[in-house]
């Protein structure tokens, strides 16, 4: 036998998640059995999708169960493997949740490259860049959002791994990318990553900034908040323009409907008017198709400086709910990961 510590959903969070709701335990894990692998967590992905799955309203995907361990992808070490699909040492991409230790389906894990490919990038970039999030930026930016050279991308959220990747494909396809991000850091890295602008949706003049960063209108917003940023880019929104939604994180911890006048009928006024299409997806409609495509893509990108990432390494699994909490409120930096064991 062998133990895990883990946060479990204790109840279901009203607003944002609090220690009562996400409980701490330890616990005893069954030895691995064929076709099974006891792994290790040395990286622990957090995802702003988890807030779904900690509620009980109907969604794509089905909530975490009271009393069940937090959801998520893992990169771990392979401990022990019974039926020798994987060696003790391996490293692989997995689906472990919140936890240090966990038993998994081999089914379900993916053998990593400790050096990702001849990238020599750090392991954790298969939870972003290289990842889901990534992934999401690509299918959703490619598939939905389809810019064309010269026209106008606004996409928000953008020093996260979905925005940011989002801003700088975009550019490569000769298009002008125009980064919100939260805070004078974060807006002054988007110019470092060579977004075209980059405007402070925290700033009082932030409608202003958006309107001088988008002289021609806005052709392709990638919808990954909603929100206050969602009420200035509408207007704003050119004729034939493509909203692929991706998220809306920054409503993912309200308990209520926001204040203010119904925007719905002005915004489907719009939409009628200027001939815009609004498509909502969940990146693994596009998996089967893409995922070769854009591993191949991505992982040159990435290797000739095409696309930078940042990461933010977040250090002991102590840290996970409170870097959870600031994920919904901005306070990453990069894509967040939580470092379990080196
Ligand atoms: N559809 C799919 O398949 C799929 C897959 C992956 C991710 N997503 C979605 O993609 C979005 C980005 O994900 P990510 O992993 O890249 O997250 P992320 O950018 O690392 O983190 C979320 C960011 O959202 C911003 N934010 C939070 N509250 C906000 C508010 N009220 N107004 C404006 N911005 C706010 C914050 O950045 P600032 O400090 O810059 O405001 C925060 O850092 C999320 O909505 C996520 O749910 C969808």
């Given at each position: 036998?062998?133990?895990?510590?883990?946060?479990?959903?204790?109840?279901?969070?009203?607003?944002e998640?609090t220690?009562?709701?996400l409980?701490?335990e330890t616990?005893?894990l069954?030895?691995?059995a064929?076709?099974e692998?006891?792994l290790?967590?040395?990286?622990l992905?957090?995802?702003?999708y988890?807030r779904g799955?900690?509620?009980?309203?109907?969604?794509y995907?089905?909530?975490v169960?009271?009393?069940?361990?937090?959801?998520?992808?893992t990169?771990?070490?392979?401990?022990?493997?019974?039926g020798?699909?994987?060696e003790?040492?391996?490293?692989?991409?997995?689906y472990?949740?919140?936890q240090?230790?966990?038993?998994e389906?081999?089914a379900?894990l993916?053998g990593?490259d400790?050096n990702?490919?001849?990238?020599?990038l750090?392991?954790?970039?298969?939870?972003?860049?290289?990842?889901?999030?990534?992934?999401?930026?690509?299918a959703?930016?490619?598939e939905?959002g389809?810019?064309?050279?010269?026209e106008?991308?606004?996409?928000?959220?953008?020093?996260?791994?979905?925005?940011s990747?989002?801003?700088?494909?975009?550019?490569?396809?000769g298009?002008?990318?125009?980064?919100i991000?939260?805070?004078p850091e974060?807006v002054a890295?988007?110019?470092?990553?060579?977004?075209?602008?980059a405007?402070?949706?925290?700033?009082?003049?932030?409608?202003?900034?958006?309107?001088?960063?988008?002289?021609?209108?806005?052709?392709?917003?990638?919808?990954?908040?909603?929100?206050?940023?969602?009420?200035a880019?509408?207007?704003?929104?050119?004729?034939?323009?493509r909203?692929?939604?991706?998220?809306?994180?920054?409503?993912?911890?309200?308990?209520?409907?926001?204040?203010?006048?119904?925007r719905?009928p002005?915004?489907?006024?719009?939409?009628?008017s200027r001939s815009?299409?609004v498509r909502g997806?969940?990146q693994t409609?596009?998996?089967?198709?893409?995922t070769?495509?854009?591993?191949r893509?991505?992982?040159?990108?990435?290797?000739?400086?095409?696309?930078?990432?940042?990461?933010?390494?977040?250090?002991?699994?102590?840290h996970?709910r409170?870097?959870?909490?600031?994920?919904?409120t901005?306070?990453?930096?990069g894509?967040l990961?939580?470092k379990?064991?080196?």
């Amino acid at each position: 036998m062998t133990s895990t510590r883990r946060i479990v959903l204790a109840r279901r969070p009203h607003g944002e998640p609090t220690d009562d709701d996400l409980v701490v335990e330890t616990a005893e894990l069954d030895p691995p059995a064929p076709g099974e692998a006891l792994l290790e967590t040395l990286y622990l992905s957090l995802d702003p999708y988890m807030r779904g799955r900690m509620s009980a309203a109907k969604s794509y995907a089905k909530p975490v169960p009271i009393g069940g361990t937090m959801v998520g992808a893992t990169v771990s070490r392979v401990l022990e493997c019974p039926g020798g699909e994987f060696e003790p040492g391996d490293l692989v991409l997995g689906y472990g949740g919140w936890q240090t230790r966990s038993v998994e389906s081999v089914a379900q894990l993916t053998g990593l490259d400790a050096n990702m490919g001849a990238a020599s990038l750090p392991v954790s970039t298969a939870l972003g860049v290289l990842g889901m999030p990534g992934f999401t930026a690509y299918a959703g930016l490619t598939e939905i959002g389809r810019p064309r050279p010269g026209e106008t991308v606004v996409v928000a959220a953008a020093t996260g791994p979905v925005g940011s990747a989002v801003g700088q494909i975009a550019q490569a396809r000769g298009a002008r990318a125009v980064g919100i991000a939260g805070g004078p850091e974060k807006v002054a890295y988007l110019r470092e990553l060579g977004f075209a602008a980059a405007v402070d949706h925290r700033a009082d003049d932030f409608v202003e900034q958006l309107e001088a960063a988008t002289p021609d209108g806005i052709d392709v917003y990638f919808e990954n908040v909603g929100g206050h940023v969602f009420d200035a880019v509408f207007p704003r929104l050119n004729t034939y323009a493509r909203i692929p939604v991706c998220g809306l994180v920054a409503g993912y911890n309200d308990t209520e409907a926001p204040a203010g006048p119904d925007r719905l009928p002005r915004f489907m006024g719009l939409v009628l008017s200027r001939s815009i299409t609004v498509r909502g997806f969940i990146q693994t409609e596009f998996a089967d198709r893409l995922t070769d495509d854009f591993r191949r893509d991505m992982t040159a990108w990435v290797a000739d400086g095409t696309v930078k990432f940042k990461e933010d390494v977040v250090e002991g699994f102590d840290h996970t709910r409170d870097a959870f909490r600031g994920l919904l409120t901005g306070r990453n930096f990069g894509k967040l990961v939580v470092k379990v064991v080196d």
